[in-house]
């Protein structure tokens, strides 16, 4: 599976099958219409106007619209229309995470296509024989891609904790990294996309670090979503994304990051323009 493919595949989906979700006039995502169609049915406060689904006569404030919107979910969650709720509150933001109207559920937020943001952190090592790249194999039990490969440490980003804190938890409770190894990662960037999913778009940013490791170092999990750790020399790596779909799928645009900032992939690639833009994509301002 060519590089560029993996780039496509995160940025697949198809604007008729959805439509923006807008709240006191703004948009702040984007929901199937099937959803938007039995949100209307459901729930007096909502319809369908100028094609968009709004969430009309909602109460006033943050704390009464985190509330309401949680009310909402569980109920649709019992009726069978989403799938669970995970118990971390994402922003509902048209921009900035800074910048949330409201909380949403982790899980209920591609339902509303309410846009997400994460951290990833490539974990490698100098040797003598060049440059090696820390793998982990996540858990069969993990709902969302079970038994697949996955950066050292990543993670969602909650709201209300700052992205350091929130580091240092993930690499801790991911890879036994303590808080000075944390501390030396360096924010290098971000990948964003925008993908349809079984439980509706995601349009994600990644916040993406790289930590350079000392050759002793060896992660354990300490949170049970991580099976087995590797240590790759970073060709195997290329060539693992290069040639299968055995990594998370936004995994791959982390590693292809790493491998282009790295000079591990560059222009003389025939897909290096399409790639090295297609790991941005342009989610703008709702």
Known sequence: MPFLDHIRACNSWNPADFMPFVVDGERLGTVRISLASALVRLRAEFCIRGDALHWQFVPEGFAARTEALHALCLELAQQ??????????YAVTPGRREDARFLIDRACAPYFGVRAFGQHLNGFVRRDDGLHLWIGRRSANRRVAPNQLDQL???GLPWGVELAANLRKECWE????????????????????CRDSSRGLKPDVIYCYDLELPPEFTPHCND???????????AQVMATVRDTTDF???????????????????????????????????????
């Not at 890879?175 to 990948?191: M, N, Q, S």
């Not at 049970?224 to 240590?231: I, L």
């Not at 292809?256 to 591990?264: K, M, N």
């Open 80 to 89: 069978g229309l989403i799938s669970h709720l995970h118990g971390e509150q």
């Open 153 to 155: 440490v990543a993670g």
């Open 174 to 193: 991911e890879a036994r990294l303590d808080a000075d190894l944390a501390a030396r990662a360096r924010p290098v960037g971000i990948v964003s996309y």
């Open 224 to 234: 049970e979503e991580v099976q087995a750790f590797y240590c790759w020399p970073i």
């Open 248 to 286: 998370k799928l936004n995994c791959n645009l982390v590693i292809i990051d790493f491998l282009i900032r790295h000079g591990l992939l560059g222009p003389e690639h025939p897909d290096y323009p399409a790639i090295a833009q297609g790991l941005r994509t342009p989610l703008g301002t709702w």
